[in-house]
């Protein structure tokens, strides 16, 4: 096919992602508070290569050497998100004017290289100091979020339009509270669902003080969404492939959207439901201006439970596997299901175990593979008529990934832990072509 077929609509947002905690270290520089990782990567034996986001690729100092790179690479659009402990160590009360600062030299910069930010203010590192109060647990915790909000529009919002107000609050509850194999690593299913509830009440609040901030703004959450589909065509598979449909996502999708979690998974949850007061529906289901969903992988489900392992499928090395049709299957059901905001692809990319060469080359054709299938099953959702307006590959560089440490590479470019020297790999030039041309040459 010739590179006509794959071109994307012209105001496609090409960009690229990372996360405050997983790149900026400096984690108790000029003011920092601590963080819920801070504590629980400081704790043995929670880390898999016992490694620390302490440094991390040391973006606090080095990020302006980064931005030219991402300019350099033509990269338009960057979503990035920022350290609440940075600017409100504590979470709340007095502001640390140096953190502030940071993020608006930050943004000054970006914008010097004319590239626009995507900013998210909770990529799962909660102040420490309002773990110490409850956490997520403790609904005020959600209102001191919106005050946080708030005042980040306040300083930056003359500069920065879009805003997420979470990353994957499947994330932070599932792993953070009911399997605890992430912070702050509580392991309790009653608990994991009140948190759920708190978390999209704290969306809530936070979009009515961005907009209260900023009538200007564009607001959303970033969703992380994996289709689930029947290991067969028996209805028992069947049924078990969409209880979980419904177990996994729309257990977030219909609050948001809908305004009420879905009826069978909430009898099934039982005595473990959370606790909704008068109100709250209404106030978790905003209008929102977009949705990010963070797309990786999908499940695939049998009466007995899920399918750990598919005959014949290749995986990442984060033991994901590789399916690419299920992203456009994906984005066709949730556009058909709801009305939904347009929709961005917030995250999506693949961990392989990378080699730096002599010459300082990285040759990772899997990853750049794996980017280009699913760009054209998402080049096919908009053909579809899924309202899809950019794309922001993970990851920029190879950074701490939160439990397994650095012992995972994500990057379009390799980062060498001991120098800190940053290399582009072969998909970094490839994407830079799939920027340049707004789309795909050829399969």
């Not at 940053?422 to 030039?429: G, H, V």
Request: aromatic share 14%.
């Amino acid at each position: 096919m010739t590179s006509s077929s794959f071109v994307f609509p012209r105001d496609f947002a090409w960009g690229v992602a990372t996360a405050a905690y997983q790149i900026e270290g400096a984690w108790n520089k000029d003011g920092k508070g601590e963080s819920i990782w801070d504590r629980f990567t400081h704790t043995p034996g929670k880390i898999i290569d016992g490694t620390t986001g302490d440094i991390a690729c040391d973006y606090y100092h080095r990020y302006p050497e980064d931005i030219r790179m991402m300019r350099d690479l033509g990269i338009k659009h960057y979503r990035w998100s920022m350290a609440w402990s940075r600017v409100l160590p504590e979470g709340r009360g007095k502001v640390n004017t140096m953190g502030l600062d940071y993020y608006d030299r930050l943004v000054d910069e970006l914008c010097a290289a004319n590239i626009e930010s995507f900013v998210t203010l909770y990529h799962w590192d909660l102040p420490q100091a309002l773990q110490e109060i409850g956490g997520w647990e403790n609904q005020d915790v959600g209102k001191y979020f919106a005050d946080y909000s708030a005042m980040m529009v306040k300083r930056l919002g003359d500069r920065v339009k879009f805003w997420t107000t979470f990353n994957e609050p499947w994330v932070i509850s599932n792993l953070g509270f009911r399997t605890g194999e992430m912070a702050p690593g509580f392991r309790d299913e009653k608990l994991c669902l009140q948190v759920i509830h708190n978390l999209l009440l704290a969306h809530g609040r936070s979009v009515q003080a961005i907009r209260a901030a900023d009538s200007s703004a564009k607001t959303g959450i970033v969703l992380l969404l994996f289709p689930t589909h029947p290991a067969s065509n028996a209805q028992a598979d069947r049924d078990a492939a969409e209880f979980s449909w419904q177990k996994e996502n729309s257990w977030f999708l219909d609050p948001l959207f809908k305004g009420h979690y879905p009826e069978q998974v909430w009898d099934k949850y039982a005595q473990l439901v959370p606790s909704v007061a008068a109100g709250d529906m209404s106030l978790i289901c905003q209008n929102l201006d977009f949705l990010g969903v963070n797309f990786y992988f999908r499940s695939v489900m049998s009466a007995d439970g899920k399918i750990e392992k598919i005959p014949g499928a290749d995986y990442t090395d984060m033991g994901w596997e590789i399916h690419a049709p299920a992203l456009r299957q994906l984005l066709v059901r949730i556009s058909k299901d709801y009305r939904l905001p347009p929709i961005y692809i917030t995250e999506n990319g693949a961990a392989f175990p990378d080699r730096l060469e002599s010459d300082g080359t990285v040759h990772d054709q899997k990853r750049w593979g794996y980017v280009r299938d699913h760009l054209l099953e998402a080049f096919s959702a908009i053909q579809e008529g899924v309202d899809l307006r950019g794309y922001f590959l993970w990851s920029l560089m190879d950074n701490f990934e939160w439990a397994f440490g650095e012992s995972k590479r994500f990057g379009i470019v390799y980062t060498d832990y001991e120098t800190l020297k940053r290399y582009p790999k072969d998909s970094a030039a490839w994407y830079a072509r799939v920027i340049r041309r707004n789309g795909l040459d050829s399969i």
